[in-house]
């Protein structure tokens, strides 16, 4: 007869974790190299539409010097709309890059605000097979990469031990 146990559940959820993991992985992966392959895409000079920042609160901090002891934190989000001409078709774009969708700091504000010229034009990287699709920051930050990553294989190693130790069940 075929119990159900506790053993099994972890076994079973284990492997999905396992599963689960090298799926995130890979998927992490394909956009790095994919976000990597931009920065040699051709590029055109865009004019740029809309460049404007809204800030949110993201949590409230402690903090003892503050009103109320706490401390708001905020992200900023970059609302860009830019148009540029490929082949003497002209294309409108909100993309930044594939993965920063928010500014986390006043610095990572300035750097977007930094590649508009005084001309108001900007650098647009677009894709040679599909120039609809353009990105103006083909360089952003890895962080998010690299958490993706980390946590993926943590929950895969997590998932594995799982599997491992309830493995006879």
């Given amino acids: 007869m075929n119990k159900f146990t506790i053993e099994k559940v972890f076994k079973y959820t284990g492997l999905l974790m396992i599963w689960g993991s090298i799926a995130a992985v890979a998927y992490v992966i394909m956009l790095g190299v994919e976000t990597s392959s931009q920065g040699k895409w051709p590029t055109v000079e865009g004019l740029v539409l809309k460049a404007e920042f809204t800030r949110v609160v993201e949590r409230l901090r402690d903090d003892p010097d503050a009103p109320g002891g706490k401390k708001e ?15 003497g078709q002209k294309f409108i774009s909100r993309q930044i890059s594939t993965f920063d969708s928010l500014c986390r700091t006043e610095s990572d504000v300035s750097d977007l605000r930094r590649l ?18 353009s990105v103006i920051n083909p360089f952003p930050g890895l962080v998010n990469i690299w958490i993706s990553l980390i946590m993926s294989v943590l929950a895969g190693l997590t998932g594995l031990a799982m599997f491992l130790v309830c493995r006879n069940a």
């Fill in 73 to 87: 934190v905020y992200n900023w989000i970059p609302e860009f709309e830019y148009s540029y001409e490929v082949n």
């Fill in 116 to 133: 508009i010229s005084r001309t108001n034009t900007i650098m647009v990287y677009y894709d040679p097979l599909n120039p609809a699709f």
